[in-house]
């Protein structure tokens, strides 16, 4: 059985994108004026990452049509149906296709999780500012804000990566298009496991910040 190969382009920003997005308040003493200054580093994050990713994807574009061509060479080699050359590259056009949609989409939902997060900061730091107690509340908030990093950071990684399929005959052709498919659900998924853990953090901020009110 072969191994699906896949090309990954190489996203400096994914450290750069922790580093603006790592700051986090330590505790109830930090001036509030300091926080709104987090929350726009947060959301400077987010756009950084966009960004980034968008001006890649002509590169991402070039590395694939690369890919592509040398791919078509080796079909056109070992299989007869030109019908089956033909489903071969639209498979791989398709699962590509999917790879960058899906990232974009997950990338999309990190930023609208990091939005409650700085939603919920600001209800605490006021709720601080008028006496009540919300030192518990405050670690959740940097747990939250980690998972927000972490989950962005793979959705960054996600999107420089290229599943390239590789059929020398058609007998492999099929396993070759099953192995790419599998692969693309099996590292979405993860990232998808990963921006679900930022929101149940988030979700955790809420709830212990509703408890500590009643």
Known sequence: MSIVKKSLVIFSIVGSVAAMSGVIPQGIETPIVARAQEALQETQAQQFAKEQIKRRRDDLRSLFETQRAKFADQLEQGVQSEAKIQAALRAADIINEINERKTAEYLERVGMVESMLR??????????????????????????????????????????????????DETALRMEVNNARNALHTDISEVREFTKRAHRAVVDVIITFNSEQQ
Do not use: F, H, T
């Open 119 to 168: 939603s919920m900061m600001n209800d605490i730091d006021l709720a601080g500012q008028q006496g009540a107690n919300v030192d518990n509340v405050w670690p959740k908030v940097q747990e939250a804000d980690i998972a927000i990093v972490e989950a962005r950071s793979r959705a960054v990684s996600q999107a420089g990566i290229i599943y390239n399929i590789e059929g020398a």
